[in-house]
């Protein structure tokens, strides 16, 4: 593929173009970044300075958008930073992330966001987008960033912020009533919550801090314990009509507390719309797994058993989870090895999401369809994002082509991800990106010619933009 070619004009003939309410092969043009035409008598002819790619066999879908990445950045470059997780994403079709600010040091005032944008212009070959961290005393400085209500403020590449409730690191908890009461109370935008209840975590540590078996890290952090969290930002949302996002949803006992709450905000006016995500490691692995691989399954929440990921699956497909992240949070295996319970937390993510989602679609657990709406087109919905998440006349041309035949098995040494290691190691996937495509430009791909790992085409920083969000009224 050569890159002679004016930035952002492609043609892609003959793919299988899954669009939102139908799935059709097609030709599909991109000038200057944005789709111009979707053909599907497949009569395009190519026009000067035209990248062409073939789509024969392969299926186009609108590129994932993973609104819950760690890359580190700044202060632990040896598990990632912007330019090494922005790779690693796009080796896995993501073509746009949110990143979180939980960093060294925690990211909490507009500075500290402007510091993250500016590397991400630099380091980045995907769309960005950051939340602020909130802390017990911040409220000015998320105001800086969001707004107040009735006044709400949108800044290009900024999606919210994030509260942690409980576990978090350094500064950023706030699991005090009154203290959460002021975020929800004075500030605009959207607020999404690591819902882990403190006190429970806190509590409960002693009846556990001697076990060293890692089935007592989903004993201690148990479902009750998310839901107490999850009840009380429900609570404080709805109280203050505002915009709120459950991260992360582990346990079937709070799929189904949400079931009736939660609703997509296209679909539900303006105001107090209250969504939330799985992850692809919570509907594949169960705690027979985590047993088995050890502290490589080990992140918070934990991944729990068997009934809560069929109630996650039932929950996803009737919608009331909303969308899919990775909390990609990567961790070198030498801290790994430790053992339970000194090993930290979280796994890479952003490179076999995809694949796993569409390996579960080849399997009958979902269509390829849904698998596109809860990796792009929701995501995108959620966040109110300009141009993203779908492959129509007018959008963005953020896309991924992916095999759905071609088989391979996920191999630490095929790694992006700086930690070199992939807790879906061992594993058999399809549907594995084989051009990822950003703004009409292709910045990966995986071939013959590349091997399974597969290869960057453009130089950091050269395509992709921060990710414009319309703002919560």
Same mark, same amino acid.
């Given at each position: 593929?050569?890159?002679?070619?004016?930035?952002? !004009?492609?043609?892609?003939?003959?793919?299988?173009?899954?669009?939102?309410?139908?799935?059709?092969?097609?030709?599909?043009?991109?000038?200057?970044?944005?789709?111009?035409?979707?053909?599907?008598?497949?009569?395009?002819?190519?026009?000067?300075?035209?990248?062409?790619?073939?789509?024969?066999?392969?299926?186009?879908?609108?590129?994932?958008?993973?609104?819950?990445?760690?890359?580190?950045?700044?202060?632990?470059?040896? =598990?990632?930073?912007?330019?090494?997780?922005?790779?690693?994403?796009?080796?896995?079709?993501?073509?746009?992330?949110?990143?979180?600010?939980?960093?060294?040091?925690?990211?909490?005032? *507009?500075?500290?966001?402007?510091?993250?944008?500016?590397?991400?212009?630099?380091?980045?070959?995907?769309?960005? %987008?950051?939340?602020?961290?909130?802390?017990?005393?911040?409220? /000015?400085? *998320?105001?800086?960033?969001?707004? /107040?209500? %009735?006044?709400?403020?949108?800044?290009?590449?900024?999606?919210?912020?994030?509260?942690?409730?409980?576990?978090?690191?350094?500064?950023?908890?706030? !699991?005090?009533?009154?203290?959460? !009461?002021?975020?929800?109370?004075?500030?605009?935008?959207?607020?999404?919550?690591?819902?882990?209840?403190?006190?429970?975590?806190?509590?409960?540590?002693?009846?556990?801090?001697?076990?060293?078996?890692?089935?007592?890290?989903?004993?201690?952090?148990?479902?009750?314990?998310?839901?107490?969290?999850?009840?009380?930002?429900?609570?404080?949302?709805?109280?203050?009509?505002?915009?709120?996002?459950?991260?992360?949803?582990?346990?079937?006992?709070?799929?189904?507390?949400?079931?009736?709450?939660?609703?997509?905000?296209?679909?539900?006016?303006?105001? %107090?719309?209250?969504?939330?995500?799985? *992850?692809?490691?919570? *509907?594949?692995?169960?705690?027979?797994?985590?047993?088995?691989?050890?502290?490589?399954?080990?992140?918070?929440?934990?991944?729990?058993?068997?009934?809560?990921?069929?109630?996650?699956?039932?929950?996803?497909?009737?919608?009331?989870?909303?969308?899919?992240?990775?909390?990609?949070?990567?961790?070198?295996?030498? $801290?790994?090895?430790?053992?339970?319970?000194?090993?930290?937390?979280?796994?890479?993510?952003?490179? /076999?999401?995809?694949?796993?989602?569409?390996?579960?679609?080849?399997?009958?657990?979902?269509?390829?369809?849904?698998? $596109?709406?809860?990796?792009?087109? !929701?995501?995108?919905?959620?966040?109110?994002?300009?141009? =993203?998440?779908?492959?129509?006349?007018? $959008?963005?041309?953020?896309?991924?082509?992916?095999?759905?035949?071609?088989?391979?098995?996920?191999?630490?040494?095929?790694?992006?991800?700086?930690?070199?290691?992939?807790?879906?190691?061992? =594993?058999?996937?399809? %549907?594995?990106? $084989?051009?990822?495509?950003?703004?009409?430009?292709?910045?990966?791909?995986?071939?013959?010619?590349?091997?399974?790992?597969?290869?960057?085409?453009?130089?950091?920083?050269?395509?992709?933009?921060?990710?414009?969000?319309?703002?919560?009224?």
């Amino acid at each position: 593929m050569e890159m002679k070619h004016h930035q952002g !004009n492609l043609l892609i003939t003959g793919a299988t173009v899954v669009m939102l309410n139908e799935t059709t092969v097609a030709d599909v043009r991109v000038v200057d970044g944005i789709v111009e035409t979707i053909d599907p008598m497949q009569q395009l002819t190519i026009e000067d300075g035209e990248i062409v790619i073939d789509g024969t066999g392969l299926h186009l879908l609108p590129g994932v958008i993973d609104p819950q990445v760690h890359f580190r950045e700044p202060g632990q470059p040896e =598990k990632e930073d912007l330019e090494s997780g922005s790779a690693a994403a796009v080796s896995g079709g993501v073509t746009s992330f949110l990143d979180m600010p939980n960093n060294n040091p925690a990211i909490t005032d *507009l500075p500290g966001m402007q510091m993250k944008l500016d590397s991400a212009a630099a380091k980045c070959v995907n769309n960005y %987008g950051f939340f602020i961290g909130a802390t017990p005393n911040n409220v /000015t400085d *998320l105001q800086s960033a969001v707004g /107040t209500p %009735g006044s709400p403020v949108a800044i290009p590449g900024i999606c919210g912020i994030k509260v942690f409730m409980g576990s978090s690191t350094g500064t950023l908890l706030v !699991n005090e009533r009154d203290a959460l !009461n002021e975020i929800f109370s004075k500030t605009a935008g959207l607020i999404a919550v690591h819902a882990e209840d403190e006190k429970r975590l806190v509590e409960r540590y002693p009846t556990y801090e001697n076990r060293t078996d890692i089935a007592a890290h989903a004993e201690w952090r148990d479902d009750t314990t998310a839901l107490l969290a999850t009840k009380l930002a429900v609570e404080l949302a709805q109280e203050h009509n505002h915009r709120l996002h459950i991260l992360h949803l582990t346990s079937g006992l709070e799929a189904d507390w949400l079931n009736g709450i939660t609703s997509l905000p296209s679909e539900a006016g303006s105001g %107090g719309v209250i969504t939330t995500e799985t *992850l692809p490691q919570h *509907l594949t692995f169960t705690d027979v797994d985590v047993k088995q691989h050890g502290t490589r399954l080990q992140m918070n929440p934990p991944i729990r058993y068997e009934q809560d990921k069929e109630t996650l699956w039932k929950r996803l497909l009737d919608g009331t989870i909303q969308c899919m992240a990775t909390d990609h949070a990567p961790h070198t295996l030498d $801290a790994k090895s430790q053992g339970f319970p000194k090993a930290p937390s979280g796994m890479p993510g952003v490179e /076999t999401s995809l694949a796993v989602m569409l390996t579960h679609a080849k399997q009958g657990r979902c269509t390829i369809e849904q698998v $596109a709406r809860w990796m792009s087109t !929701n995501v995108a919905d959620c966040y109110n994002m300009i141009g =993203k998440g779908r492959i129509e006349v007018g $959008a963005d041309a953020d896309f991924v082509l992916v095999d759905m035949e071609k088989e391979y098995e996920v191999k630490d040494e095929h790694s992006w991800a700086r930690v070199g290691w992939n807790p879906f190691h061992g =594993k058999k996937l399809v %549907g594995w990106a $084989a051009v990822t495509i950003v703004a009409g430009v292709p910045v990966f791909e995986r071939s013959e010619e590349s091997g399974q790992k597969g290869r960057l085409l453009v130089e950091k920083g050269s395509v992709g933009t921060p990710i414009i969000m319309a703002p919560w009224q």
